[in-house]
C-alpha cells in the first residue's frame, strides 16, 4: 500500500516555482529519499506533505487520504504524519529530543529534513541507527532528506534526484551501491 502518492505537484512562491511537477509514490515501511543541490526544492515537498506549506497543485494522497491545498491537518493525518527538521537544533541530545517528540504520537509517516547535519560521525551514527531501530519496532515509513551521500546509501530503500523542481531519477539499492546516486 502507498502511504505517500505524490502526483504532478506545483509550489510557486511569487515568481519563483520551487516545485513544479513533482510525482513519486512511497510504499508503507520504505525510506524513501530525496537528494538534489541547493534550492531544487527537497524541504518544500516535505513542508507540503508535512501540512506546512498549504499552498500547491497537483494530486496528492496521505494514507489513503485525498489531500486538499488550503486545508490544515486534522484527527488522523495530523497524529500519523510527523516532522524532524534538525538543520535547527543542534547537538546530539536535542536531536535525540526532537525525534523523541515527533514519535510521541506514534506516526506512521516521519519526514526527516536533514536529520543529522551538524553532528560529529559518532553522534550521527548513533541516530542513524536509531532511527532505523524505531521504524522497524512501529512500522514506520520515513521521508528523508540529505546532502550526505553517505546517509542516503546507508537509510534508503530508494533515493529520488531533483533538479529545477522536478524528479530526474530514481535510484534503487543497487543503483547507490554502485555509488549512481553521488553527484559532483
Ligand atoms: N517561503 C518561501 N518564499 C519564497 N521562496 C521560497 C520559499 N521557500 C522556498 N523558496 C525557494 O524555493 C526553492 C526551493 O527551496 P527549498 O527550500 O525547497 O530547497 P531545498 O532543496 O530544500 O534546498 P536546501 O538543500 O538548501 O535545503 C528555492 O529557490 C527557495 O529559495
Ligand atoms: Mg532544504
Redesign the pocket.
Known sequence: MAIVEVNQVQ?T??E????SAASFSIEKGETFS?I????????????VLAGL?REWRGSIALLGEALTPGRRFEGELRRNVQMVFP?QLSGGQRQRVAIARALLLRPQLLLL??PTSALDMSVQAEILNLLNRLKAEHEMTYLL?S?DADVIAHMSDRAAL?AH?KIQKVFDREAMLRGEHRMG
Open positions: 509550489v512562491f511569487g519563483k516555482t520551487a516545485v530525496l538534489g543541490e541547493s534550492g531544487c526544492g527537497k524541504s518544500t515537498i516535505l513542508r506549506q538543520h529534513d536533514e532528506v546532502h531533483m523542481g
